[in-house]
C-alpha cells in the first residue's frame, strides 16, 4: 500500500497544483487552451508512441482488458438510455449523464497506470484506449444529436472524420503498429519522442487540473453524486469482473478495474459546448469524479489486491 500511494498520489498532486495555478490566475486565462492543445496533439503522442512500441504486449491480457472494457461502456450506456424515462432532466442535462458515466479521462488514467504497472501496462492501456475511443465518441454523439440543444445531422463521414483524427488514438494505433511489426529502435527518432513524452505526464496533468470548475457541484449534487456513484463505484467493478470473466490476468484486471475508476473526461465539457450539451453539470461532473478517483482508485487496488 506505501509503494502504492506512493506511486498514485503525485498525480493527483499536480491536478491539485493545476487548480491552483488556474484560480490564482499564475497564468492568463487564453494561456491553458495552446497548452492544452499542445499536450494532446504534440506532447501524448510523443510519450504513448515510443511506450506502446517498446513493451512486451505478447501476453492475452490486452484483449481481455479491451473487450471487458468495451462491453462494460455497451451495458452502462444501454441502462442509462433505459432509464431516460424516468430521470427528471432536460435532454441536454441528460446528454451530460450520458457522456458522464461512460467517458473517461486518458491525462490522469495514464499516469496511474504507469505508476502501478509500469511500461507493459501502458501497452496493455493502449488497447484499451484504442478499442474506447471510438466506442464512447460514436455513442455520445448520437445521444448529443437526439437530445442537445443544437440538433444536427451527423454524417457517418464526419463522425469517423472526428474519431479518426483524435491524436491520443492515431498515436495509440500507430505504436501497436510499431510493435506488433517488431520495428527496432530508430535512432534519433525514438529519443525525440522520449524527450517529447517526459513532458507529456506532468503537463497532461496540470491541464486537467486547471480545468476543473466545481460551481456547479453543491447547486445539482444529487444528479452529480449519482453520476459520480456509477462511474467510480460500478463501472470498475464491472469492468474488472468482465475482464476476470473473459480469462484477463491479474495484471489485465487491474488495468480494466482503473479504466473504470478512471474520472470524466474534460473533453466531454467541449463536446456538451459544442453540440448543445448542459456545459456547466458536465464540468460539475468531471470536477467531482476527479476528486472522487483520487480516493476511489488506491482504494480500489487494495480491494481487489490488484497492486
Known sequence: MTA??????????????GYVLRKSDFLPDATWRPIEKLSINLLY?????????????????????GAAAVSSVAIIAAATLLVRPLLKLDG???????????????????????????????ALAAVVIAAMIPVTNILCVIVLEHWGADRRDISPW???????????????????????????????????????????????????????????????????????FVKLVITPILMWGLCRLYGGDETAQGIALLCGAAPGAAAS???????????PLMAGIVALTTVGSALGIPLLLALFHLA
Open 4 to 17: 502504492l500511494f506512493a506511486g498514485v498520489v503525485p498525480v493527483f498532486i499536480l491536478i491539485a497544483l
Open 92 to 122: 441536454p442535462a441528460y446528454t451530460s449523464v450520458f457522456q458522464g458515466v461512460i467517458r473517461w479521462n486518458s491525462f490522469v488514467f495514464l499516469p496511474v497506470i504507469q505508476a502501478v504497472y509500469g511500461p507493459d501496462g501502458l
Open 158 to 228: 464526419s463522425l469517423a472524420q472526428a474519431i479518426l483524427s483524435n491524436p491520443i488514438l492515431l498515436a495509440c494505433l500507430i505504436g501497436l503498429a510499431l510493435n506488433l511489426a517488431h520495428v527496432p529502435r530508430i535512432p534519433g527518432i525514438s529519443q525525440t519522442l522520449e524527450l517529447l513524452g517526459g513532458a507529456a505526464l506532468p503537463l497532461g496533468l496540470i491541464v486537467a487540473g486547471a480545468g476543473l470548475s466545481f460551481a456547479e457541484v453543491a447547486r445539482r449534487r444529487v444528479t452529480i453524486t449519482g453520476v459520480s
Open 45 to 65: 503522442p510523443g510519450f504513448l508512441v515510443p511506450a506502446i512500441w517498446n513493451a512486451d504486449i505478447s501476453g492475452g491480457g490486452a484483449s481481455a482488458a
Open 269 to 279: 465539457y467541449i463536446l456538451a459546448r459544442q453540440m448543445g450539451g448542459d456545459a
